[in-house]
Every structure is written in C-alpha cells, then in structure tokens.
C-alpha cells in the first residue's frame, strides 16, 4: 500500500498568512493525487485534483503542485473560512490512501 | 442538483452485521464510480471501498476485506455497503462518494452527509 504523509499535522495560522501543505508518498502517484477540505461535522470538499487542477467552484486562492512523490497545497492569502483540516489522498493505486490530515488552526 | 443520501447506520453489537444505502440524485449514477469512506471519531479519513462503474470491479481496504461487502444497483440509483462481523473498530461516521469517472483512477467530487454507525456491545 502506498503511504501518504502530511507535514506539518498542526498549524498556527493568521487571516492573510500564505500557508504550504506537504504531503509525501511513500513510492511514486504520478499526479494521481488530490487534495480535500473538511471542517467539524462536515462530509470533505474536493479542492484540487490531479494533483494541481482546481475544482469547478473553489477559489483559486486555493492551488496544488508537485508529481512523483511530493505535492504542496498551497493558500494564497488565509480567509477566516479557510481554517478546517485538510487530507491529500492519492488514487493512482489501490487503496486510495488518504494523509493523516493537517488541521489550521487561529493563531 | 447532484445529492448523495445515506442510510442505514446504528447501534449494533460486536460481531452483527449492518447494511449501508446510498441513494443517488441528480447525476448518471452508471457512469461512476462509488466509494465508501469512513471517519471514526476524532480521526482522518479512511478508505474503505469502491466500486466501478459497472460493478464488475470491487476494491477494499486491508481493515474492511472479507468482511465488507460492495455493491450497485445502477436500475435504482444506489449503492451498498454491507458489513458484517463488525468490530468496535468499525465505529465510524460513513460517506457514500462519488468518483469523477467510471474507472479506477479518480478524485472523489460529490459527498452524502455520512451515516454513523457504532459498535458496542
């Protein structure tokens, strides 16, 4: 099974901060990668798929990079409805692992 | 509107069984593929299943094989999770997810609201 790990788990933020996700796979996706947006009580949101293409509705303040085994998330400039946990998952193999999750949290 | 709605989670005693509905709306549900995935509490998402468009193909995860079962009836718009032998490690919110293609290769777009299911005795 490929392994997906995110960095950091926690972050600190402020409204305004440009805020980086990693996540890493533990062999090569390709691009076969996505990245979702849950908050509390909330069923997750596609943001990014393939790994940098943006999901029909979603601010592009929101924007994916990365192929083979490193991807970033990345937010422009943090909104106050930004603050959620957010998972990468790949699907380039079964099972479609998801990351550990990376929570931003108000500084 | 595109609409996924679960059904069926409950209290259930170790070691019974459960079976999960999902109904689908506002889209051609036999073009896609289907997920479950499942959040126990205070944790990350999980994979559990899927199934493609057709149903010939089923996939699952290590935790869930040989006990969880997927399935379609693309006549009715729905899909099914049943699961038996549960474990109190099977406690979980669950989402029924639709895949962006019909295949095996696709991010998950569309999400029902979860059913949860507990298992405790």
């Known amino acids: 099974d490929i392994q997906m790990t995110q960095s950091p788990s926690t972050l600190s933020t402020s409204v305004g901060d440009r805020v980086t996700i990693t996540c890493r796979a533990s062999?090569?996706?390709?691009?076969?990668l996505a990245w979702y947006q849950q908050k509390p009580g909330k069923a997750p949101n596609l943001l990014i798929y393939?790994?940098?293409s943006l999901q029909s509705g979603v601010t592009s303040r929101f924007s994916g990079s990365g192929s083979g085994t490193e991807f970033t998330l990345t937010i422009s400039s943090l909104q106050p409805d930004d603050f959620a946990t957010y998972y990468c998952?790949?699907?380039?193999?079964?099972?479609?692992?998801f990351g550990q999750g990376t929570k931003l949290e108000i500084k | 509107e595109v609409q996924l709605v679960e059904s069926g989670g409950g209290l259930v005693k170790p070691g019974g069984s459960l079976r999960l509905s999902c109904a689908a709306s506002g889209f051609s549900f036999s073009y896609y593929s289907m997920i479950w995935v499942r959040q126990a509490p205070g944790e990350g998402l999980e994979w559990v299943s899927s199934m493609n468009n057709n149903g010939a193909y089923q996939y699952y995860g290590d935790s869930v094989k040989g006990r969880f079962t997927i399935s379609r009836d693309n006549a009715k718009n729905s899909l099914y999770l049943q699961m038996n032998s549960l474990r109190a490690e099977d406690t979980a919110v669950y989402y029924c997810a639709k895949g962006m293609d019909g295949g095996s290769r696709y991010a998950t777009d569309v999400w029902g609201q979860g059913t949860t299911v507990i298992v405790s005795s």
């Open positions: 998952q790949q699907y380039y193999s079964y099972p479609h692992t």
């Open positions: 393939k790994a940098s």
């Open positions: 062999q090569s996706v390709i691009n076969w």
